[in-house]
């Protein structure tokens, strides 16, 4: 046991053992293709049983050196070349490695698309691959062991050090064969590798030595340069995670309908225009909005709400019924905060001079509130349970602020359906100006534009009122213009303090 003592011993065995685990990359890399194409309960037994019998072949090689010594020695004689049995096996172990990077290459490179159906998977033989695997770990053995017997004399240090390397390729199979199939560029990147080693085998063969440094080193090179690759598309999938996703999901859905927005379409414009009309990419549009929206977004605010008042006379509730086209109308007394009923209104044109029916008919439909805050997609059950009726849309404090349809919800999803007294809230001049309220809902405008961010995530305003005034902090007056996300705003007509009139252009990027 002496010779444990020996320093030298022990430098010997390290540095063989950073030798075998680099000689053995290359065929843990080859493994890990191989592997891949086996079903994947019978991945990590190939890879056991690949790696395992490099392990016994090379033990099997350290105890036939006699046998080794022999291989160096001239064997044939071809067109004035003289080939010995070593150079012959890494001849052909590096023909049959160019061979396999080479179609492997071209698989991978031809992008021919596989639709993978798990009943109809074809899975290569095992039998087969590891036969592929046995054939390459004896050209990767014999350039192994001889290295060792090169490096070591005394046996057993070689045996240690191949075990011990073999031990460390085997842990790390599994991560380094599932890294390499989850980025196809490494993939590439390693089939380059494997095809540099056939290069290099088959030169050796010829008898022109390539030092391996020379190999490792510019393979080192691409996968530090891989690395960065990684790291910023990581980096890339970080910072769009922080992206709200209604407008991930968004923008890639307009990207594919052919919005005019798209960067990085998945189809041509024009072919995609052709596939999806205008007002379809608005609705879809339109719906991907409404998880995103509260229902203070698309409601008939307190201000424009036609109502009726109990403590009205007779005469004075037919007049206002009639001096407006609505079919629905909260019953109130005194104040629209005190809401009675919602009574369409024929049924209240026909009672309203009999108390007793007048009195009969509040009582038949109860008003139903939902929040401000509350998300359209959330209103939508509680407009389907009030039967087409309308909802009241409170604050915190309950005093009704606006008033929403099932309407409502239809135009936040194809655009307005104004009525007989209303005007458009936004009338397009030319392909890249606007006429807008100030009280134009701000989803709609993103619609109409093609646009995903002029609403932000904690955004205070749901009008475009509330937009610029958000943006100039107050200050407006008839010619205040602002610029924001490639759009001109110009306030050009006042209500009082109330913004009543911009013109809206779009900038041509």
Not at 275 to 296: H, K, N, Q
Not at 371 to 383: G, Q, S
Not at 399 to 426: C, K
């Amino acid at each position: 046991m002496e010779f444990l003592l020996d320093p030298g011993i022990w430098v010997g065995l390290i540095t063989l053992i950073i030798l075998e685990i680099v000689l053995g990359i290359d065929n843990l890399v080859f493994i890990a293709i191989l592997a891949d194409k086996l079903p994947p309960e019978q991945r990590d037994k190939a890879r056991v049983v690949g790696l395992s019998l490099a392990l016994i072949m090379r033990l099997g090689l350290l105890f036939a050196i006699s046998w080794l010594v022999t291989l160096t020695r001239p064997l044939i004689e071809i067109f004035g070349l003289i080939f010995s049995g070593r150079d012959l096996i890494l001849l052909f172990g590096g023909l049959f490695l160019l061979y396999k990077a080479v179609t492997e290459l071209h698989e991978k490179i031809e992008g021919k698309p596989e639709i993978k159906v798990a009943s109809n998977i074809v899975y290569a033989s095992f039998a087969a691959v590891v036969a592929q695997i046995v054939v390459l770990d004896a050209v990767f053995s014999l350039d192994s062991v001889i290295t060792a017997i090169g490096m070591v004399d005394n046996i057993y240090v070689m045996m240690v050090a191949m075990v011990v390397a073999m031990v460390v390729m085997l842990l790390a199979s599994k991560s380094l064969t599932a890294f390499v199939n989850r980025h196809p560029t490494v993939v590439i990147l390693c089939l380059s590798f494997l095809l540099m080693i056939g290069i290099s085998l088959i030169a050796e063969g010829f008898g022109f030595h390539i030092p391996k440094g020379y190999i490792y080193s510019g393979i080192g090179v691409a996968i530090l340069i891989e690395a960065f690759n990684q790291f910023t598309k990581r980096n890339v999938a970080k910072h769009e995670s922080k992206t709200p996703l209604r407008h991930r999901t968004a923008d890639s859905i307009l990207r594919l309908m052919g919005s005019k927005i798209q960067t990085e379409g998945v189809m041509e414009h024009s072919e995609a225009k052709e596939t999806f009309a205008d007002e379809e990419r608005y609705m879809i549009g339109g719906v991907l909005t409404l998880a995103e929206r509260s229902v203070a977004s698309i409601m008939t605010p307190r201000n424009q709400i036609s109502w009726v008042d109990l403590d009205d006379t007779p005469e004075q509730i037919r007049e206002k019924i009639l001096s407006v086209p609505h079919s629905l109308f909260p019953v109130c007394r005194g104040s629209l905060d005190k809401v009675i009923s919602i009574v369409r209104a024929k049924e209240l044109l026909d009672v309203v001079d009999e108390p007793e029916e007048l009195k009969a008919l509040m009582k038949q439909q109860r008003p139903i509130y939902i929040f401000e805050k509350m998300k359209v997609i959330d209103a939508i059950n509680t407009l389907r349970s009030s039967k087409g009726s309308l909802v009241l849309v409170s604050d915190e404090f309950g005093n009704v602020q606006g008033l929403i349809s099932p309407l409502d919800v239809f135009e936040a999803i194809a655009g307005e359906f104004p009525d007989a007294d209303e005007q458009l809230d936004l009338v397009k001049i030319d392909d890249n100006t606007w006429k807008a309220s100030g009280m134009l809902d701000v989803y709609q405008l993103e619609l109409e534009l093609e646009m995903l961010d002029l609403v932000e995530d904690d955004a205070g305003y749901i009008s475009l009122a509330g937009l610029i005034l958000d943006k100039t902090q107050g200050e407006v007056q008839v010619g205040t213009q602002l610029d924001y996300q490639n759009v001109h705003f110009e306030v050009t007509e006042l209500d009082g303090n109330r913004i009543k009139t911009v013109l809206i252009k779009r900038y041509l990027i």
